[in-house]
């Protein structure tokens, strides 16, 4: 084990120390940063619940639609705009450390490859959050279907709608994969690029973007106009873009990371 | 897909052999284990901290590295350590450049900076997490250090004061048993017995096969440790880049009271409390002195080009 430590190439036994090393030497920060992810979906979920319920209550829905759950679609809503915001604030701090002179030397001077220890920060900061909050809102959506079933007269529906029933769903699941992976890498290489403030910093880069982006519609919309009526190459053609800018997004990253200096 | 796999494989597995090929003919050639060639940097365009340095580095001593503020000690420390990579020019290990960071490097360069950060854990925690990156660390060693500076292994560090933080990581530092150890202003923050028993480890941790580069203005701390001694002038060029066997050959160190009469072959001198702290060119009759590193920084300072001739003359 201590020999293949020095070899040059990706080792995987040597990532996985990274990763080790990185998890329980910031135990206490990851654990408020996962606790937080958790109060912030339970909050939102009973603040969405109780709103849902009680309008459902006063406009005594119970014989029109007993079996629509009025709060399903909020809370998708919801927690979609929450996953993609959790995404990006994780992703903006995936290179915090490189902020302090002495964190970049922490960093830069740890035996690994520079690919080791990327993929651990990416991991980490980036891919664990997501994860952790798609499982926090299924088990906290669980709860709240168990509950809602055992004390209200409707069939409460579970909130992560399941994929496999059409194609439609499919798609649009790929799509909203797409683009937060997109998001995540964008965060991820304004972070590499300038640790500090990285998340303020990509949202202002969005908003010009955004702007630039509306300006253009606004103005060339027209070019546009035959995408209506081809909408499943529209369709794959966004999906295209997406994944490669996320593509293009990480390699830059990746490189920018390698490259860096004290 | 398993083809692609074989053909990378195939790829690395010649690149580090040509890597290792290359390391050991340097190996067979010299015992220099640090090269810079010819380096040149700066932070800013055309502000060069060094032009076209040269400096060698043998495997086993001890380097003191002087200099006055902003003359580049830890930017040397920085680039010799790959952190850094130089605008021109090349800094190798065992003729590998340290700018690729290639863990085979890394694993055998350890820096102590400065300011430095540690994780809140134990020291404990933090050895066991980080001691698997270098082959040759020893538990024994550390557990030793860390007796001999009153620090215990099972409290969390978040805890412990500047100077006890430094304490800590110079032990685990030492404990690495890296080729190359690099300390930037090492003794900064411990108080009287740790600067002590810093210069106890240092001494007592020292082999043929490793290096270990000071860079600090605490001279009187690293005084007596020293090897080897390069003292940075202007544009980061070397005034003094020679063995303490050499400079000890060369010149003589004396305190004279005063009204005593000057020698003859006095270059530099400087009052002091009663007398006069002089430097003068040894001669075949005159006894061997202790290097006094204040006045040669002094003298480096005020008659760059002299001090120069004279270690150069053999």
């Given at each position: 084990?201590?020999?293949?430590?020095?070899?040059?190439?990706?080792?995987?036994?040597?990532?996985?120390?990274?990763?080790?090393?990185?998890?329980?030497?910031?135990?206490?920060?990851?654990?408020?940063?996962?606790?937080?992810?958790?109060?912030?979906?339970?909050?939102?979920?009973?603040?969405?619940?109780?709103?849902?319920?009680?309008?459902?209550?006063?406009?005594?829905?119970?014989?029109?639609?007993?079996?629509?759950?009025?709060?399903?679609?909020?809370?998708?809503?919801?927690?979609?705009?929450?996953?993609?915001?959790?995404?990006?604030?994780?992703?903006?701090?995936?290179?915090?450390?490189?902020?302090?002179?002495?964190?970049?030397?922490?960093?830069?001077?740890?035996?690994?490859?520079?690919?080791?220890?990327?993929?651990?920060?990416?991991?980490?900061?980036?891919?664990a959050?997501?994860?952790?909050?798609?499982?926090?809102?299924?088990?906290?959506?669980?709860?709240?279907?168990?509950?809602?079933?055992?004390?209200?007269?409707?069939?409460?529906?579970?909130?992560?709608?399941?994929?496999?029933?059409?194609?439609?769903?499919?798609?649009?699941?790929?799509?909203?994969?797409?683009?937060?992976a997109?998001?995540?890498?964008?965060?991820?290489?304004?972070?590499?690029?300038?640790?500090?403030?990285?998340?303020?910093?990509?949202?202002?880069?969005?908003?010009?973007?955004?702007?630039?982006?509306?300006?253009?519609?606004f103005?060339?919309?027209?070019?546009?106009?035959?995408?209506?009526?081809?909408?499943?190459?529209?369709?794959?053609?966004?999906?295209?873009?997406?994944?490669?800018?996320?593509?293009?997004?990480?390699?830059?990253?990746?490189?920018?990371?390698?490259?860096?200096?004290? | 897909?398993?083809?692609?796999?074989?053909?990378f494989?195939?790829?690395?597995?010649?690149?580090?052999?040509?890597?290792?090929?290359?390391?050991?003919?340097t190996?067979?050639?010299?015992?220099?284990?640090?090269?810079?060639k010819?380096?040149?940097?700066?932070?800013?365009?055309?502000?060069?901290?060094?032009?076209?340095?040269?400096?060698?580095?043998?495997?086993?001593?001890?380097?003191?590295?002087?200099?006055?503020?902003?003359?580049?000690?830890?930017?040397?420390?920085?680039?010799?350590?790959?952190?850094?990579?130089?605008n021109?020019?090349?800094?190798?290990?065992?003729?590998?450049?340290?700018?690729?960071?290639?863990?085979?490097?890394?694993s055998?360069?350890?820096?102590?900076?400065?300011?430095?950060?540690?994780?809140?854990?134990?020291?404990?925690?933090?050895?066991?997490?980080?001691?698997?990156?270098?082959?040759?660390?020893?538990?024994?060693?550390?557990?030793?250090?860390?007796?001999?500076?009153?620090?215990?292994?099972?409290?969390?560090?978040?805890?412990?004061?500047?100077?006890?933080?430094k304490?800590?990581?110079?032990?685990?530092a030492?404990?690495?048993?890296?080729?190359i150890?690099?300390?930037?202003?090492?003794?900064?923050?411990?108080?009287?017995?740790?600067?002590?028993?810093?210069?106890?480890?240092?001494?007592?941790?020292?082999?043929?096969?490793?290096?270990?580069?000071?860079?600090?203005?605490?001279?009187?701390?690293?005084?007596?440790?020293l090897?080897?001694?390069?003292?940075?002038?202007?544009?980061?060029?070397?005034?003094?880049?020679?063995?303490?066997?050499?400079?000890?050959?060369?010149?003589?160190?004396?305190?004279?009271?005063?009204?005593?009469?000057?020698?003859?072959?006095?270059?530099?001198?400087?009052?002091?409390?009663?007398?006069?702290?002089?430097?003068?060119?040894?001669?075949?009759?005159?006894?061997?002195?202790?290097?006094?590193?204040?006045?040669?920084?002094?003298?480096?300072?005020?008659?760059?080009?002299?001090?120069?001739?004279?270690?150069?003359?053999?």
């Amino acid at each position: 084990m201590r020999n293949n430590i020095t070899q040059d190439k990706f080792l995987w036994s040597r990532l996985w120390m990274h990763i080790k090393r990185e998890i329980l030497s910031n135990m206490k920060q990851i654990r408020w940063q996962l606790a937080l992810i958790v109060g912030v979906v339970l909050i939102s979920e009973i603040l969405i619940c109780s709103n849902a319920y009680d309008n459902w209550k006063q406009n005594d829905y119970f014989y029109n639609s007993a079996f629509q759950d009025p709060a399903q679609l909020p809370i998708l809503l919801a927690m979609v705009a929450l996953g993609l915001f959790i995404v990006a604030i994780a992703a903006s701090m995936t290179f915090s450390s490189l902020r302090t002179k002495a964190g970049k030397i922490n960093q830069l001077m740890s035996v690994g490859t520079s690919a080791e220890k990327f993929w651990t920060r990416v991991l980490i900061y980036g891919v664990a959050p997501a994860l952790f909050f798609l499982t926090s809102v299924c088990i906290i959506d669980l709860i709240r279907c168990v509950l809602v079933d055992s004390i209200m007269p409707i069939k409460a529906q579970f909130v992560i709608i399941n994929p496999f029933i059409d194609e439609t769903r499919v798609k649009a699941i790929l799509l909203f994969c797409s683009f937060t992976a997109c998001v995540s890498s964008f965060f991820t290489t304004v972070s590499v690029y300038s640790p500090k403030h990285a998340f303020l910093k990509g949202v202002c880069i969005i908003i010009a973007l955004q702007t630039l982006g509306s300006w253009f519609l606004f103005r060339y919309g027209n070019i546009l106009r035959p995408w209506e009526y081809h909408l499943d190459l529209a369709y794959w053609t966004a999906l295209g873009v997406l994944t490669a800018i996320a593509v293009v997004l990480s390699v830059v990253s990746y490189i920018k990371y390698k490259e860096t200096e004290l | 897909m398993t083809d692609m796999y074989d053909f990378f494989n195939f790829i690395l597995q010649i690149r580090n052999f040509v890597i290792h090929l290359q390391c050991s003919i340097t190996l067979i050639h010299n015992n220099n284990m640090i090269e810079i060639k010819n380096l040149s940097f700066g932070y800013l365009k055309g502000h060069w901290v060094f032009n076209d340095l040269n400096l060698t580095v043998e495997q086993g001593g001890i380097y003191g590295l002087l200099g006055p503020n902003g003359q580049g000690k830890s930017t040397l420390l920085y680039l010799i350590s790959g952190l850094l990579r130089p605008n021109e020019g090349e800094v190798t290990m065992n003729g590998t450049s340290t700018g690729l960071r290639l863990p085979s490097i890394l694993s055998k360069i350890f820096i102590v900076p400065e300011e430095f950060t540690l994780p809140a854990i134990t020291m404990k925690e933090y050895c066991q997490l980080n001691a698997p990156f270098y082959p040759k660390f020893s538990f024994d060693e550390l557990s030793e250090n860390l007796k001999a500076f009153g620090l215990d292994t099972d409290i969390n560090m978040a805890s412990f004061s500047m100077g006890q933080k430094k304490k800590a990581f110079l032990s685990f530092a030492l404990a690495c048993n890296t080729e190359i150890l690099l300390l930037d202003e090492p003794t900064n923050g411990l108080d009287v017995t740790g600067k002590a028993d810093f210069r106890r480890f240092i001494a007592s941790h020292m082999n043929d096969n490793r290096t270990i580069i000071i860079s600090t203005h605490q001279i009187h701390d690293v005084e007596k440790l020293l090897d080897h001694i390069i003292i940075l002038g202007k544009n980061g060029l070397p005034v003094i880049d020679s063995p303490v066997s050499l400079i000890a050959n060369k010149l003589c160190f004396e305190m004279i009271a005063n009204g005593a009469t000057p020698s003859q072959n006095e270059i530099f001198s400087k009052p002091t409390f009663g007398g006069n702290n002089i430097v003068s060119i040894r001669t075949d009759e005159s006894p061997e002195t202790e290097i006094n590193l204040e006045m040669l920084y002094e003298l480096a300072a005020e008659k760059p080009s002299e001090i120069k001739q004279i270690l150069l003359n053999n």
